[in-house]
């Protein structure tokens, strides 16, 4: 079956010896809006490009604002500061996720708190949070919500859509309301991905995105926040320009700011990059069902988008019977031409966060065990 696997998915992407992950694609306007940039020599975070990309992010997913990032990362450092997420703090999160979710946390010097993912989503589970808080938690006077046991406020909830797959975000959302607690929706992954049609990101307080290098679309790095609060917007776009007071001359600044300014440079990029997005989609879902077929019927199983979810199928996804049959296929499928990656290792494992409260987290075992991604490039 793996020499079948690897042979179809060389099919899929023919005259290549090797076949990566995911790679960009750059077929649009790029180079003409760079050098149109660069012409302007406005290369660094002031620009119409980081203007448009923020108006055309906002279109695009529905958001009012848009606030253009660096990178991820810092959107999603950015959103926890802007909701009042403060040192020692509780922000729950999923223990299958991408590091960077947990630095961004970190960086604050909030607390982690891992609740379990959903198998079919292979994000937060709305039940699993529910139990977790009926059991753990509880609200004081001031309306916030604290842990029982270390008395610390539950100040945000920070579920992922993985892999582009988007959680059961609205289910999430409700809980939140019902406790107080701010939702954060990382959706680095899920540009393109839509939940009961509506665009992910647009659910919580904040979205926050990614446009790495190996997203569905990228500018190399940089990041995005987007939100339908205009008191949020205008917060994280004043603190992400080093939280400097508008002056035609003078250097006033009114807060701890950050430079977490996305370039013109880049910007210019992501504006080429929006306007391919739908063709890239349709092509990634191509892919997808040519994947469906071949995987029909045989042991490994891919993973479908969810139920009332339109997934962008960032990184195609397959789960293999155990553990000793993942790590044959990564072995094979890399030994012969095919990158294929396993899930990240879980959170709560790892040496910087392995005394984290964590509550149950079965299923999130079970796609570490599992969990393969396959190659996913737009074709």
């Excluded at 909701?83 to 979710?101: H, K, R, W, Y």
């Excluded at 988007?166 to 680095?188: F, G, K, M, T, V």
Aim: some cysteine; proline content about 3%; aromatic content about 10%.
């Amino acid at each position: 079956m793996y020499k079948q696997t690897v042979d179809f998915i060389k099919s899929q992407f023919p005259g290549k010896s090797f076949i990566p992950l995911h790679e960009p694609r750059f077929a649009g306007n790029e180079k003409k809006y760079l050098t149109e940039c660069i012409d302007s020599t406005f290369v660094s975070s002031v620009g119409k490009y980081v203007d448009e990309f923020e108006k055309r992010m906002a279109e695009y997913t529905g958001a009012k604002y848009a606030v253009a990032c660096v990178n991820g990362t810092a959107a999603l450092h950015m959103a926890m500061l802007v909701v009042g997420v403060q040192e020692n703090d509780i922000v729950i999160t999923q223990p299958l996720s991408f590091i960077a979710t947990c630095n961004a946390i970190a960086y604050i010097g909030a607390s982690h708190l891992f609740v379990d993912v959903d198998i079919d989503t292979m994000g937060l589970s709305p039940e699993k949070l529910k139990t977790y808080l009926q059991e753990n938690a509880f609200k004081k006077a001031d309306g916030f919500t604290y842990h029982k046991t270390t008395n610390q406020k539950i100040a945000a909830c920070v579920p992922m859509h993985t892999f582009g797959h988007p959680c059961r975000i609205d289910e999430l959302q409700s809980i939140c309301e019902e406790y107080n607690i701010a939702l954060i929706e990382d959706a680095a992954e899920s540009t393109g991905s839509y939940y009961k049609n509506r665009h992910t990101g647009t659910y919580g307080l904040l979205g926050t995105f990614s446009f790495n290098g190996n997203k569905t679309i990228t500018c190399g790095g940089g990041g995005a926040i987007i939100t339908n609060d205009e008191a949020l917007a205008k917060k994280a776009k004043h603190l992400t320009t080093q939280a400097k007071v508008p002056h035609r001359w003078d250097f006033v600044h009114d807060h701890i700011g950050y430079n977490y300014r996305m370039p013109n440079l880049n910007a210019a990029l992501m504006c080429a990059q929006l306007e391919q997005l739908n063709g890239f989609l349709e092509n990634k879902r191509t892919l997808a069902k040519q994947y469906i077929n071949f995987f029909k019927g045989t042991k490994i199983q891919f993973i479908q988008e969810p139920s009332y979810s339109k997934a962008n199928y960032w990184l195609c996804t397959v789960l293999l019977p155990d553990r000793k049959e993942r790590d044959e296929f990564l072995q094979y499928t890399n030994d012969n031409g095919v990158m294929t990656r396993p899930a990240w290792t879980l959170m709560n494992k790892l040496v910087m966060f392995k005394d984290a409260m964590c509550g149950n987290i079965d299923n999130a075992a079970l796609l570490e065990d599992r969990l393969v991604n396959i190659p996913s490039s737009v074709r």
